[in-house]
């Protein structure tokens, strides 16, 4: 038996392991003047349960400036406030973004983080406390973020926004009361970038708010943090508005792929879940690659398809109506595994469809 190795192994094991990491969000704080007079701060307050220091690192992102990171230490069991965070440990006069709270993965189970945002104005001192969120709690590919809008849209402006947890591509849509989708827009977010929208129906999205508007946000790329804040024009008195992860009903039937284009379809997606029951080969011969994406809308309705994604360097187009697809791609993905996303939108609708793919 070779000791020599046996021992250094041993010695090996007992090296601590890298520290893992969790991130939690505070998706919205800020400092400075807001709309009709009002005085905004943000407080946030750090405890800790467990019977050990803990050291917590800070980060104020404001669009995609970064401040910090600085560092904060809470003694075993110690709870601290910091008031006006965004001026005071950060050196800004006026801001809006969001604080990213890193902590080891072993302390983390016992911190706690809560916030508080509030205006002085004239009319008294009125806050909301804004709740802060794991980062793997945050929105992906798929979900649609409900923000529900106030129910007197003329006394009651309606701010929304986002963070980035990684880079993100969002569909922004503005959903009446009777259900009617009045405008959409897509927009994309570097990984860290914040923003927030101020009247955000109007400013974003052109359009005039209405009584119990709701704004969704379809995430068709990344994964992505919401929020919204419904503040009195009168008095200054904000109620935050947490997103709420949903998912469309299957109403639009992805039946499967037609590899051969001969009107069967070959590679179907049988329990309706909109992920294809099976991967697809791709070639990466010199040659491209053709196949139909088959799907309609639960009524029977035309739907239309768009690329949103595919593995690089491998490139997808759609050809034409009837779901036609070109794939192209380089020997260097020979051996991988991916993923194709098509948006398939019908008159009532709009939902992913994803297609395993095995490089070959």
């Known amino acids: 038996m070779n000791y020599r190795n046996l021992i250094t192994a041993a010695a090996l094991s007992l090296l601590p392991l ?5 991130t939690i969000v505070v998706p919205a704080a800020g400092t400075g003047p807001g709309a009709n007079n009002s005085q905004w701060q943000s407080e946030l307050t750090l405890h800790t349960s467990g019977p050990r220091a803990v050291t917590l690192s800070l980060a104020f992102h404001t669009g995609t400036d970064v401040r910090g990171p600085v560092e904060v230490t809470l003694q075993p069991r110690e709870t601290v406030s910091i008031a006006d965070i965004a001026k005071t440990r950060f050196g800004l006069s006026s801001a809006t973004g969001a604080i990213v709270i890193t902590v080891d993965d072993k302390s983390a189970k016992s911190v706690a983080v809560t916030s508080r945002t509030f205006n002085t104005s004239p009319a008294g001192e009125f806050g909301q406390d804004i709740p802060a969120v794991d980062v793997a709690n945050a929105s992906g590919a798929g979900d649609i973020a409900a923000l529900t809008g106030p129910s007197n849209a003329a006394i009651t402006r309606f701010n929304f926004g986002v963070y980035a947890v990684n880079a993100a591509s969002v569909t922004w849509e503005v959903v009446r009361a009777n259900g009617t989708v009045a405008t ?10 914040h923003v927030q929208y101020n009247s955000g129906i109007a400013s974003l999205l052109g359009v005039q708010e209405q009584n119990n508007d709701t704004v969704q946000a379809r995430v068709t790329s990344g994964n992505a943090i919401f929020y919204g804040s419904a503040i009195n024009n009168n008095t200054g008195d904000p109620s935050f508005v947490p997103s709420v992860r949903t998912r469309d009903d299957v109403n639009i039937l992805f039946a499967g ?3 051969d284009e001969n009107g069967t379809v070959d590679v179907a997606d ?15 011969l010199a040659f491209p690659q053709y196949f139909r994406v088959v799907a309609a809308g639960e009524f029977g309705e035309n739907v239309t398809l768009e690329i949103v994604s595919i593995d690089e360097p491998a490139a997808a187009t759609l050809l034409d109506a009837n779901g036609t697809v070109r794939v192209g791609a380089p020997g260097e993905l020979k051996g991988r595994t991916g993923e194709l996303v098509v948006r398939a939108t019908s008159d009532f609708a709009t939902t992913l469809l994803r297609i395993p793919v095995r490089y070959q």
């Open 184 to 193: 959409s827009k897509d927009v994309t977010y570097a990984a860290g970038e």
């Open 18 to 22: 890298a520290a893992q990491a969790a």
């Open 270 to 284: 049988a329990n309706g879940d909109g992920v294809l029951d099976a991967p697809i080969a791709i070639s990466t």
């Open 257 to 259: 792929v037609d590899l």
